[in-house]
């Protein structure tokens, strides 16, 4: 069973910034897409980003602009920078990673946006 191990969220005002991280149990090396998806109450799960293997990138039309997906391979690890953050981007981020065959969730970061 591959964990990914999310942090990085919290309370943020409007027009801050926040870094989310995932480590994957597994090296993400071996993960063809990772992605982050959000939630919000009574909102179904949505894709925020995703990055393949090859550094391809696809973002919400929401967020183009202000988030960056990054996969670093030294550390494990794939981020998410979320600039020009706006109240309607609080949910909470769960990271998601796909191989061939499987498909991974973790627990989920709650970020809020609220001055």
């Known amino acids: 069973q591959v964990q990914l191990v999310e942090s990085g969220g919290g309370l943020v005002q409007p027009g801050g910034s926040l870094r989310l991280s995932c480590a994957p149990s597994?090296?993400?090396?071996?993960?063809?897409?990772m992605a982050w998806y959000r939630q919000a109450p009574g909102v179904r799960r949505d894709l925020v980003a995703r990055i393949t293997t090859v550094g391809s990138t696809n973002y919400a039309d929401s967020v183009k602009g202000r988030f960056t997906i990054s996969r670093d391979n030294a550390k494990n690890t794939v981020d998410l920078q979320m600039n020009s953050l706006k109240p309607e981007d609080s949910a909470v981020y769960y990271c998601?990673?796909?191989?061939?065959?499987?498909?991974?969730w973790g627990q989920g970061t709650q970020v809020t946006v609220s001055s």
């Open positions: 597994i090296s993400i090396r071996g993960i063809y897409v």
């Open positions: 998601n990673a796909k191989t061939l065959t499987v498909e991974y």
